[in-house]
Nanobody, 120 residues
Framework: QVQLVESGGGLVQPGGSLRLSCAASGFTFSTSAMSWYRQAPGKERELVARITSTGSSTNYADSVKGRFTISRDNAKNTVYLQMNSLKPEDTAVYYC?????????????WGQGTQVTVSS
């Protein structure tokens, strides 16, 4: 079965950095685009970054452009989110997501999330 396991969250001061990891299994990782989402308390879940299967193309939410970098290692079935210059408004639970198409139907799979708290 599809499994996505995030790690790397924690408490960091404003201006600090964290690197999130998402270890994937149960599907063909190397042919799947991957995404990071986040959800802050009282807010809707939002797309943070997305990367194509080969890593050749990425896109980001405007709020994180220039500060966050998504990358992947297809040999390790892992996608990363490097977060620099963190701000209090980056505080949220961060989720890894994959969408898999089976018989023309899309199935979305999510990890359990990892908490990121930016505070002094």
């Amino acid at each position: 079965q599809v499994q996505l396991v995030e790690s790397g969250g924690g408490l960091v001061q404003p201006g600090g950095s964290l690197r999130l990891s998402c270890a994937a299994s149960g599907f063909t990782f190397s042919t799947s685009a991957m995404s990071w989402y986040r959800q802050a308390p009282g807010k809707e879940r939002e797309l943070v970054a997305r990367i194509t299967s080969t890593g050749s193309s990425t896109n980001y939410a405007d709020s994180v452009k220039g500060r966050f970098t998504i990358s992947r290692d297809n040999a390790k079935n892992t996608v990363y989110l490097q977060m620099n210059s963190l701000k209090p408004e980056d505080t949220a639970v961060y989720y890894c997501k994959v969408s898999i198409w089976i018989s023309a139907r899309r199935y979305d799979y999510w990890g359990q999330g990892t908490q990121v708290t930016v505070s002094s």
